[in-house]
Nanobody
Framework: QVQLVESGGGLVQAGGSLRLSCAASRRGFSMYTMGWFRQAPGKEREFVAA????????YYADSVKGRFTISRDNAKNTVYLQMNSLKPEDTAVYYC??????????????????WGQGTQVTVSS
């Protein structure tokens, strides 16, 4: 088990930027595959981005590709989501997720056993 704490959400105008952070509570962070998911009101939770533990390969949903960047700092036990060119449809609660080692499907929330409490991102038009 690892505890995850997200921060960095807020209110931003369309076209603006935010950087989300997710701090993990334990050693061995470098062994975890990390993901970001989001859930808008009335919608199911959806994949946003993931970064592998082994070689830091990154994966993105088509809707955010080219605008969002996921990165990790293993020395700080932290994963980041840099969000640029934000759109109103990016409005959601953003969740950080973690799972140790390799996972079969980075895009599926069922693959991740550890979740943060979420941080609200609101993009105004």
């Amino acid at each position: 088990q690892v505890q995850l704490v997200e921060s960095g959400g807020g209110l931003v105008q369309a076209g603006g930027s935010l950087r989300l952070s997710c701090a993990a509570s334990r050693r061995g962070f470098s062994m975890y595959t990390m993901g970001w998911f989001r859930q808008a009101p009335g919608k199911e939770r959806e994949f946003v981005a993931a970064i592998s533990w082994s070689n830091s390969n990154t994966y993105y949903a088509d809707s955010v590709k080219g605008r969002f960047t996921i990165s990790r700092d293993n020395a700080k036990n932290t994963v980041y989501l840099q969000m640029n060119s934000l759109k109103p449809e990016d409005t959601a609660v953003y969740y950080c997720a973690a799972e140790v080692g390799l996972i079969a499907n980075y895009y599926s929330d069922y693959e991740y056993k550890n979740w943060g409490q979420g941080t609200q991102v609101t993009v105004s038009s």
